[in-house]
């Protein structure tokens, strides 16, 4: 009889509590002297540069700065590597979202290998150890903060997926709920419904295991209660505080168990059609889910229980399971986010080649329903 293993490491040293930034300096210093310092240009346009250089210096460190914009690309990725080595770096901190998270992995994971970037992008296996990342959230859903793998994309042949090593996660993540206050609501529900979108992928996911089922199950159902409320409210940092922790959960439990064809489609769908990670995720997440029915009705139905403790004993698994894609979908409406594929720019005659592209994708072989092309072709025509 074949058994399945599993496995499940936690590589990062986990800091979290509103005002938890303060720290920066001395724990980045426990790595290193000398920092290559990563910013989204939303974190350096909120005045957070001035606050974490400050607590760089606090801490004794010398660092040089790279504000990076929209999601990384190979070039940027050349770009930060260049100007890490030229200052000798010894350590990186990468704060904003998932997205410059991603570039900081890459940044510190490639930092001694030799040779183009485009060659580990495209498979050239990681043979050198990497100089350490602290990673400072400022968007939280991505679960970037504590996953192994940076999301690239090759622009010229239109190409997006990841690199992935477990030396990738980082040494240290900041989880500060404060740096989240007062984000454009966009950007709190792009954000928390990739979280979301994570959480039940990772729940359902052909890798899920007892543990990752315990990180998924609180971080959907976190993500589910507090995201609608912090949208809605800029300040309010219970919610951005439940959707810190949230995040980091989803990312331990992604990192082990996997994710779901929502996510082996929204690569090549996102840099097609340069449409945000987030909302293509959303638009998606209801989509497969009714796809996954069969395959992770129970899951569904637990999960739709922990959000309506009045459903414990009320209709059949299957009912309960439909409910819950609904209520996403009630969630979706309330924030403003599509749930039809055209929307995303998404051609009828272009589903196909989507799916294709996709279907090599580790997100994709995970997924709890097997996927066949042409059924999921056919199922994703209803509803563009």
């Not at 904003?96 to 992995?105: H, I, R, Y």
Request: aromatic share 6%; glycine share 10%.
């Amino acid at each position: 009889m074949t058994r399945a293993f599993h496995t499940f490491s936690l590589r990062t040293r986990l800091v979290w509590g509103p005002g938890v930034l303060a720290e920066l300096g001395k724990e980045t210093a426990r790595l290193g002297q000398r920092a290559m310092l990563i910013l989204s240009k939303t974190a350096a346009q909120k005045g957070l540069s001035e606050q974490i250089q400050a607590n760089l210096e606090s801490g004794g460190l010398t660092y040089t700065l790279m504000v990076a914009t929209g999601e990384p690309t190979l070039t940027s990725l050349a770009q930060g590597l260049s100007l890490a080595r030229e200052f000798g770096a010894q350590v990186v901190v990468a704060a904003g979202g998932g997205s410059v998270m991603d570039l900081g992995k890459a940044v510190a994971g490639l930092y001694h290998e030799p040779g183009a970037v485009l060659d580990y992008f495209y498979g050239k296996p990681i043979s050198k150890k990497g100089i350490p990342l602290v990673t400072v959230p400022t968007v939280f859903g991505s679960g970037a903060e504590v996953t192994p793998n940076a999301v690239l994309s090759d622009q010229d042949k239109q190409v997006k997926q990841s690199i992935r090593h477990p030396d990738f996660a980082a040494a240290t993540t900041m989880i500060d709920p404060l740096l989240s206050l007062d984000l454009p609501a966009s950007i709190t529900a792009f954000a928390g419904l990739d979280g979301l979108c994570q959480a039940i992928e990772a729940l359902t996911s052909r890798g899920a295991n007892p543990l990752t089922d315990v990180l998924a199950f609180d971080a959907a159902v976190r993500f589910a209660q507090a995201l609608p409320g912090a949208v809605a409210n800029g300040h309010d940092l219970a919610a951005r505080e439940s959707l810190a922790i949230a995040s980091t959960m989803g990312g331990i439990a992604l990192a082990a168990a996997r994710l779901g064809a929502v996510h082996g489609l929204a690569h090549p769908i996102g840099i097609r059609y340069h449409q945000p990670h987030g909302k293509v995720c959303a638009v998606l997440l209801p989509v497969i889910m009714r796809y996954n029915l069969p395959a992770a009705q129970e899951k569904y139905a637990q999960l739709y229980r922990r959000l309506n403790s009045s459903a414990t004993t009320a209709g059949s698994d299957c009912d309960q399971a439909l409910a819950l894609i609904e209520f996403v979908e009630t969630i979706l409406r309330q924030l403003g986010i599509p749930l039809h594929l055209r929307e995303l720019g998404l051609p009828p005659d272009e589903l196909e080649s989507v799916i294709a592209e996709g279907m090599p994708s580790g997100s994709m072989q995970a997924n709890p329903r097997p996927v066949v092309p042409g059924e999921l072709l056919q199922h994703l025509t209803q509803y563009w």
